[in-house]
């Protein structure tokens, strides 16, 4: 049996992804199982999705600790969130690391035989893990935006998947994506995601990466019956593991989730503030000397509605770059 | 002061002399005299009490549970299809480790409908975390409202409790109680002072959130532990009362003649009375004859049980109350409680929707369970009592 955790963010489709790796699988006559994290999840926020595929049937119904693969569907994400020990890493917060900084292990719990498949634009010997294992890189991004015009890299990082991995064919891969997708979102844009999927296998690089990066301990708060407040009513406190309580939100670096970042044009702007009034994180601010705006890019998670509704176009969106 | 009234009005007196604070309730029949009598008490200025209009039992116990969470000693009272109604908040009242105090007047919820007593209201809601404790008179259900307050807001507890009597049989029976004044009770009955969740802007909480999995289990251990701490307390606080009032209703079960008894029928609510008299009849005539009284159903006084019907050789259970194709509830709680005993135990299924339970219909649960002491077993767990077209025993 082999196992795969699918690390990505909200809106971009592992879900949907385990699935059609699932229907792959089962179009080579073999067994598999997708599900998702049992979450809430919103837009841009970390997700994660699983998948098992085996020659027969599959008994386990518990979650995935030690995957043989992980897919991370989104450039940052490695750098944020635990996403190789995959379940309580998804649950964890941030904790302001900057974004695009690899400050936690994706290779924890994985199969020494197994691999990682990224999207990078990085080749895969420049990509140094924790451990030194075979990866699979591919710029997703950028072929999810040339093919559907949005950066949704699901499709192509299950072409990149089969090609790291062969598990499963490339051809498998196509028609479990028409299968999944088609039934979803109809059968035009099942196509384009074959095309993505298409353009991830022949792109993907597959190499070895080098090892030996260290990662702090993440400190989650776990307590135990006699520490949890009865009624799980909790004070607003500063603790080892960060904020708890209310005002502990503060620290959801919700910056990370973006894939585009609003600039504002100084020159352009005239002082309206309907981007205030509409940004649903509040992150826009006045600047009254520049009678401008100004942007909270801890927060700002890159939706792009300050830049729709500007009357005067002044804001753009513009594409962040891994750091 | 001793008067002659029903236990809604013995409620309702209670629930004035606990300095409630807030009441929300929705008038539903055999209940609908409380809210009245708690309405009139504050209308001609005997209490000081914010008395919330709702527009039915589901906001009500939204609007105690909002209030209780503020720190104000809260009361609310429904039955039936009202409690019914109740049901997803009683989880987070439970879940939010509220004191409330729930006065309820049982009545079988429908269909088929109906406005008389059977405990299919309150039963169901067994796993909410409430206390659920059964009363048999009048005096009774006045007293466990002081003493509900006292047990829910012990710090061992923090859990909410409903005090369940019988629809009609207390509600529009009137009978002799001792109305407590108010300098007893204030003896008796400390202030609320709110220790957890409690909503102050000056020191906010964050509560009733989405528990992700790495809590909740511990937060239901939690609970879990807090039901069976009260076993000692709901005791405690009855000593407590006995010492301060003078009338001991002896905590989680009350027992008659079970020291030498051969057969034992366990009642709840308002049968335990008639149960007494056909209990003490058999004496005379030289029958082995028990009874225990079962107050808390919630926690179950498993132990307890266990221990009185040690040396008895058949068990009764009396169940106002069906869990479809099993048995009565209590029956299974019993069953749990003698997990280790070859005892016969039979179920009494009867009274539902109110029908009379008289003393014939007692008289013949005691002759199945003589009968099944003398052979050494039940002819039949489930027995329905006075149903047409099944025969008992
Ligand atoms: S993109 Fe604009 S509207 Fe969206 S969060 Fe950022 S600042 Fe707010
Ligand atoms: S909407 Fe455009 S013009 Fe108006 S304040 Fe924002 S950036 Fe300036």
């Keep these: 049996m ?22 792959a699988a089962v179009f080579e006559d073999k067994y598999a199982m997708a599900f998702p994290h049992f979450g809430a999840e919103r837009r841009g926020a970390p997700v994660a999705a699983f998948a098992r595929i085996a020659e027969g049937r599959i008994l386990t119904k518990a979650h995935i600790y030690k995957p043989d693969y992980v897919i991370v569907l989104d450039p940052w994400l490695a750098g944020l969130v635990d996403v190789a020990k995959g379940m309580e890493g998804h649950e964890g917060t941030s904790g302001g690391v900057p974004m695009g900084s690899v400050k936690t292990d994706i290779c924890q719990g994985l199969n020494k035989k197994g691999a990682a498949v990224l999207n990078t634009a990085r080749p895969p010997d420049e990509v140094r893990l924790s451990l030194e294992v075979c ?37 498998s891969i196509e028609k479990g994506i028409m299968d ?59 603790t080892e593991y960060g904020k708890l309580g209310p005002g502990s939100t503060v620290q959801n670096e919700t910056g990370s989730w973006r894939t585009f970042h609003p600039i504002v044009d100084d020159e352009k702007c005239t002082y309206c503030m309907l981007c205030w009034f509409h940004c649903p994180d509040g992150c826009i601010g006045r600047v009254p000397d520049k009678e401008s705006v100004s942007v909270d890019y801890f927060y700002c998670k890159g939706c792009g509605i300050c830049s729709e509704v500007c009357p005067v176009d002044a804001i753009t969106m513009v594409r962040e770059v891994e750091g | 002061m001793r008067r002659v009234v029903g236990s809604n009005y013995a409620t309702s007196h209670a629930v004035m002399r606990a300095r409630v604070e807030v009441i929300a309730a929705y008038p539903i029949t055999p209940q609908t005299q409380m809210v009245e009598h708690i309405a009139k008490f504050i209308n001609d200025g005997i209490m000081d009490c914010e008395y919330i209009n709702v527009e039915s039992e589901h906001s009500a116990i939204s609007a105690v549970i909002a209030s209780q969470a503020a720190g104000v000693r809260s009361f609310t009272s429904t039955a039936s ?17 509220l004191p409330i105090v729930m006065g309820v007047v049982n009545r079988s919820v429908g269909s088929t409908g109906g406005i008389w007593v059977e405990y299919n209201d309150s039963m169901p809601q067994r796993d909410c975390g409430w206390l659920q404790m059964y009363v048999e008179t009048n005096q009774e259900v006045h007293d466990m409202i002081l003493q509900a307050y006292k047990i829910a807001e012990d710090k061992r507890v923090l859990l909410p409790i409903m005090i369940c009597s019988d629809g009609f049989i207390l509600s529009h029976t009137v009978e002799p109680v001792e109305l407590a004044e108010q300098e007893e009770v204030d003896g008796f009955l400390p202030k609320y002072e709110a220790r957890h969740s409690y909503l102050d802007p000056k020191d906010p909480i964050a509560s009733g959130i989405v528990t992700p999995r790495e809590y909740r289990q511990e937060f239901a251990y939690q609970i879990h532990r807090a039901m069976l701490e009260a076993k000692d307390v709901i005791g405690e606080v009855n000593r407590d009362f006995a010492d301060k009032f003078g009338r001991d209703h002896s905590g989680l079960i009350e027992t008659e003649f079970v020291e030498d008894a051969e057969v034992i029928l366990l009642t709840l609510g308002t049968v335990t009375s008639t149960a007494r008299g056909v209990v003490r009849e058999l004496r005379k005539k030289g029958k082995k004859a028990g009874l225990v009284k079962v107050r808390a159903f919630r926690p179950y006084p498993a132990e307890r049980i266990a221990e009185v019907c040690k040396d008895a050789r058949a068990v009764g259970v009396y169940d106002r109350s069906v869990s479809f194709g099993v048995g009565g509830p209590h029956y299974l709680e019993v069953r749990n409680a003698l997990f280790d005993s070859d005892v016969p135990v039979i179920d009494f299924i009867g009274g539902l929707g109110g029908r009379d339970v008289a003393e014939a219909d007692v008289r013949s649960m005691y002759d199945v369970l003589l009968e099944a002491a003398k052979t050494g077993k039940a002819k039949r767990n489930i027995e329905w009592v006075n149903t047409r077209g099944v025969v008992l025993g």
Aim: charged residues 20%.
């Design chain 1, 135 to 171: 990866v699979g890189t591919v710029d997703a991004t950028t072929i999810a935006l040339e093919t559907l015009g949005h950066p949704a890299t699901n499709s192509c990082m299950l072409g990149a998947f089969a090609k790291t991995t062969e598990e499963v064919s490339i051809g």
């Design chain 1, 2 to 23: 082999k196992e795969i955790i699918l690390h990505g963010r909200g809106g971009q489709g592992a879900v949907l992804a385990a699935q059609a790796l699932a229907s």
């Design chain 1, 180 to 238: 999944v997708f088609g039934e979803r979102l109809g059968e035009g844009i099942a196509e384009r995601n074959v095309k993505a999927a298409k353009l991830g296998f022949e792109r993907t690089e597959v190499g070895m990466c080098s090892g030996g990066r260290e990662f702090p301990a993440q400190k989650k708060w776990l307590p135990d019956v006699d520490e949890l407040p009865p009624g799980c009513a909790i004070r607003s406190q500063d």
């Design chain 2, 81 to 97: 299809q009202g409690l019914a109604l109740m049901h997803e908040l009683l989880f987070s009242a439970g879940g939010l480790r």
